[in-house]
């Protein structure tokens, strides 16, 4: 009788525990052919391979661990040779192994608490978010990216129509810049002749802190933010040594205040964002990054069409930097979804500068193929001249293949 009572226990328990725990993920190849090669780089074939796997554990009824891992591998170099575990993302290259979030998230009553490795996005854009301090990406490619997790205690609190968001980072988590001697980073003629060397980071030991208050009303909601910390996204410092050029990035003392909103209409719903970043130390510059935006949906259509704009209220004398963000101020930008039955979508994504110097569209069609396969295939197109943001990746037009399989 004992060893029945047991065995039932057992069983039960190993139910309870099947319940509790909940997994996903999936293996990706991307294909990328470049028709162009660049100054820097001759690569026309880039393949990657991708292991992305999520698992979760609800341990109590109030508490709850997430976890999730990438394994990496690729022909060009993108991804470290050396084998490492990451847990902050930190290194030049794509680590073969990372902690891409590892967390716990505890809920009372109106409070929840997250603390760990995780994704915190704030905005309401759809392409260029000004206010999303705490999500850096991977700019390896600098026009197809991913958000990068940042080690935070996170806390929430909703009551009604108001939520209160409170984030504390302790530690940096930057984007991950385009490697030097690739096609993503475009040097002026005259610099290839001049032996460049990366001498790594110097960054900010100071922890990093942001609050955003988001009000829902009658027909509209609105969001206020502060953000304390550092820009993800570097400035450089150049020195001149015998053996030629030592390059080190850094990242500037910033403060941020934000507003975000969207306002349901009968034929469109309108979004705005902006931030205002000032400078404490006089090492950027201070200015203002807004975006309008006009979204409907119409069937099986989702059509996104806005403008990025960009006010600059004082302006330091470091032209050496890297800022996406900035670098798509002054553009229009759009985006078309139709999905095509359950299986099938197409989708064009683009943006063109006003001055019309430099522009990039994406056009993407995926499919379903059984139901644990994913076939993705897209094409960029990038246009535009040297000296704009966009236009200077002009050699960088590619067509992609993505073959997925989910389990």
């Given at each position: 009788?004992?060893?029945?009572?047991?065995?039932?226990?057992?069983?039960?328990?190993?139910?309870?525990?099947?319940?509790?725990?909940?997994?996903?993920?999936?293996?990706?190849?991307?294909?990328?052919?470049?028709?162009?090669?660049?100054?820097?780089?001759?690569?026309?074939?880039?393949?990657?391979?991708?292991?992305?796997?999520?698992?979760?554990?609800?341990?109590?009824?109030?508490?709850?661990?997430?976890?999730?891992?990438?394994?990496?591998?690729?022909?060009?170099?993108?991804?470290?040779?050396?084998?490492?575990?990451?847990?902050?993302?930190?290194?030049?290259?794509?680590?073969?192994?990372?902690?891409?979030?590892?967390?716990?998230?505890?809920?009372?009553?109106?409070?929840?608490?997250?603390?760990?490795?995780?994704?915190?996005?704030?905005?309401?854009?759809?392409?260029?978010?000004?206010?999303?301090?705490?999500?850096?990406?991977?700019?390896?490619?600098?026009?197809?990216?991913?958000?990068?997790?940042?080690?935070?205690?996170?806390?929430?609190?909703?009551?009604?129509?108001?939520?209160?968001?409170?984030?504390?980072?302790?530690?940096?988590?930057?984007?991950?810049?385009?490697?030097?001697?690739?096609?993503?980073?475009?040097?002026?003629?005259?610099?290839?002749?001049?032996?460049?060397?990366?001498v790594g980071a110097d960054y900010p030991s100071r922890s990093q802190f942001g609050a955003r208050w988001n009000h829902v009303g009658r027909g509209y909601e609105a969001a206020l933010s502060y953000f304390d910390g550092y820009n993800h996204l570097p400035l450089f410092r150049a020195g001149i040594q015998l053996d030629g050029v030592a390059v080190q990035r850094y990242y500037p003392r910033l403060r941020l205040y934000g507003f975000d909103g969207a306002l349901p209409t009968r034929w469109v719903t309108v979004k705005a964002e902006a931030a205002y970043f000032t400078s404490i130390r006089a090492q950027t510059d201070e200015y203002l990054l807004y975006v309008l935006q006009l979204e409907r949906q119409q069937g099986a259509f989702v059509f996104v069409g806005g403008y990025a704009g960009e006010l600059v209220t004082s302006a330091t004398a470091n032209p050496l930097q890297f800022s996406p963000e900035r670098g798509l101020a002054r553009t229009f930008l759009g985006r078309a979804e139709y999905t095509i039955g359950t299986d099938k979508t197409v989708a064009v994504s683009g943006a063109a500068r006003q001055n019309g110097r430099g522009s990039w569209m994406r056009g993407e069609y995926s499919q379903i193929l059984g139901s644990n396969w994913r076939a993705t295939a897209g094409v960029t197109w990038i246009h535009g001249y040297e000296n704009d943001f966009l236009g200077q990746y002009h050699r960088n037009s590619y067509a992609s293949l993505a073959l997925r399989y989910s389990f």
């Open positions: 009788m004992t060893w029945r009572l047991a065995a039932v226990t057992l069983c039960s328990a190993g139910v309870v525990l099947a319940q509790a725990f909940s997994q996903r993920g999936y293996v990706e190849d991307l294909t990328t052919l470049f028709p162009q090669t660049a100054p820097n780089d001759s690569a026309h074939i880039v393949s990657e391979l991708l292991l992305r796997w999520d698992v979760s554990y609800q341990l109590t009824p109030w508490l709850k661990l997430n976890g999730s891992i990438d394994g990496r591998a690729d022909s060009h170099r993108q991804v470290s040779r050396e084998w490492t575990v990451s847990a902050d993302d930190r290194s030049l290259r794509r680590p073969p192994l990372a902690l891409r979030r590892f967390s716990a998230i505890a809920n009372r009553g109106k409070f929840t608490f997250e603390a760990g490795r995780q994704f915190i996005r704030w905005g309401r854009a759809d392409i260029l978010n000004p206010v999303d301090r705490f999500a850096p990406k991977d700019y390896l490619n600098v026009v197809n990216t991913d958000f990068l997790g940042v080690i935070a205690g996170r806390a929430t609190y909703e009551s009604g129509a108001n939520t209160v968001d409170v984030v504390w980072q302790p530690w940096f988590t930057p984007s991950r810049t385009p490697l030097l001697n690739q096609r993503w980073t475009v040097l002026p003629e005259t610099v290839p002749a001049i032996p460049i060397k990366d």
